[in-house]
């Protein structure tokens, strides 16, 4: 098959579609014919040497696929040849094919087109796991999306607003501000100019930014909030004002989804399905693709997504 490695460390550049062996499926195990491949952040910081995949796992990026079943291994409860699913990986997904533990492998959402399946396993899962398993969030409440014109920010936004919370955002262009009241949003920062601190008070708080913004963090929570850095964008290094935690009855978590155990990983699959996909299938919830890129073109993908000036997600094709 053909996949994308990483020749070496650096800009887009170094992305190359060559011939790699074919995967095979160990024991639980399926092996998927890669549809589409979404395009994450976690792929640029391994593209420059900053994020390697965990044991085990393909050396090529990519941290979610769409695609049909080609086969299946030992000790797979639930799927066959030819079942449309998708499904989150470790790595490996900007490839023809990829081997993933059966417990990672969603059924493809229905009434959503096979290569947009690829847009939701890892947005779905995270914005899951950490805002809904995690923090909580209920009914009612606001949440506060960091990096709201993301992958992840879009379909926070929509989940949030579909089950019933006040979603407050931040992006840096109005463009965006004004796509994410249209997704749901009911109050938009932009981050350039104003401080969001001084203007949102949320009882939960998604945050890709990390250092930079614990201490706004802190201020916007409300009493018995819960904050969720997920990624350090912003650094990883902070003061933080122990005294204001206390005060506010607030809880800090610091959470990561690629290198938890495939067993984990099956629980917060399976709740998403339960949970998540009937608001897929019922519209109420839709990725939102930013551009669709061959596959083979990888490096366009990563300056698209080096750019900053994209809403949503951005997919490999085949």
Known sequence: MRAIEIARQGGPEVLE???VPDPR??????VIEVTAAGVNRADVLQRNGFYDPPPGAPPYPGLEVSGVVAEVGAGVPGFEAGDRVCALL?????AERVAVPWEQVMPAPEGLPLDEAAALPEVACTVWSNVFMLARLRKGETLLVHGGA???GTFAVQLAKALGSRVATTAGTDAKLARLRELGADETVNYREQDFSDLVRADV???IIGARYLAGNLRALNTGGRLVIIALQGGAKAEIDLGLLLTKRAAVHGTTLRSRPAEEKGVIVRSVVDNVWPLVAAGA???VVHARVPMSDAAEAHRILDSGEHIGKILLVR
């Open 150 to 152: 993301s992958g992840i």
């Open 285 to 287: 919830v839709r990725p």
């Open 17 to 19: 579609w060559r011939e």
């Open 25 to 30: 499926p160990e024991q639980g195990q399926v």
């Open 90 to 94: 470790a790595g490996g997904g900007y």
């Open 205 to 207: 708080i998604l945050d």
